[in-house]
């Protein structure tokens, strides 16, 4: 009887999973996948093809088009290395300290993600304008945010926070201390450290929050519309420039921006998977 009870549990449980099999899965997430991901960007590519060479070029290269392509991008990797530095130090606070309103302060980093684009935008404007809160006090400094490529920054360091934030804290959570009471224990300042034993295992995390606080800051349009000004050549970000041909019926020439922005996308994240890649293979030796 002992013996037969485990081989009645064995023919019962083992060749089965919770969901069914694996080719059944696979065709469902290959169609699904396709359906949302594939067939639109197909035929957003599909779009821009049917334009001849010099109509495409002469859409994609006029100068309001290089404006706005300098300051989307120049804007998203700004702010995503403000968040590199200024989100590392968040999440770590988060992860090793206890203080009064943690919790409350650990909510507020998701603010981005469950506040309207457009709200954000609008609330970040109201501050910062000459007549806002924090726009008065920076006016008598000659600095000025609102309608200027600073207030870009601003608003893409805003939305662009928690991808950093909650990309690191779990990678800080499974760190432990001792590593660092080790170091310091064979003489390591505080900054050898943090550069031969921290950082290396943060990079990876810290690169896949910078990918996405960029390619979200790209793509971004209702918090930055606001606090932009949209002044040609000087605040118009690409995102704008698109939905204006669109409102003048220019389907084609904003066909043309938008397969530039899906390249330089594509081309983003296969610059950061080798990054992280490279974090990967250079990290045993680090350790050493």
Excluded: H
């Amino acid at each position: 009887m002992s013996q037969a009870a485990p081989g009645r549990v064995g023919t019962s449980t083992v060749g089965r999973g919770v969901l069914p099999g694996f080719r059944l899965t696979l065709g469902f997430t290959l169609f699904y996948f396709g359906l949302i991901v594939l067939i639109p960007l197909a035929a957003l590519v599909l779009k821009g093809t049917a334009m001849t060479g010099e109509q495409f070029w002469r859409a994609v290269s006029d100068a309001r088009a290089l404006a706005s392509y300098r300051l989307t991008f120049g804007a998203a990797l700004a702010a995503a290395g403000i968040n590199a530095i200024f989100g590392t130090i968040v999440a770590w606070v988060l992860v090793r300290y206890d203080f009064p309103l943690k919790r409350v302060v650990d909510a507020l980093v998701d603010l981005p993600f469950a506040l309207p684009t457009a709200v954000a935008g609008i609330a970040l404007t109201s501050l910062y304008t000459p007549n806002g809160a924090l726009g008065r006090l920076l006016a008598p400094l000659g600095v000025q945010v609102a309608f200027t490529p600073l207030g870009v920054i601003v608003a893409l360091t805003f939305i662009g926070l928690p991808f950093v934030v909650r990309t690191l804290q779990p990678v800080i959570a499974d760190l432990e201390p001792d590593v660092e009471e080790a170091a310091a224990s064979l003489g390591a300042r505080r900054g050898q450290t943090f550069r031969r034993v921290i950082l290396p295992e943060l990079w990876p995390a810290l690169a896949t929050g910078f990918a996405l606080a960029v390619a979200r800051g790209i793509g971004e349009y209702g918090s930055v519309v606001f606090i932009a000004g949209n002044i040609q050549m000087k605040t118009e970000i690409t995102a704008l420039l698109i939905v204006g041909k669109l409102e003048q019926y220019d389907y084609a020439g904003a066909t043309a921006l938008a397969v530039v922005m899906l390249v330089a996308s594509f081309l983003l994240l296969l610059v950061i998977n080798g990054l992280q890649r490279w974090a990967a293979y250079r990290k045993p030796i680090a350790g050493d």
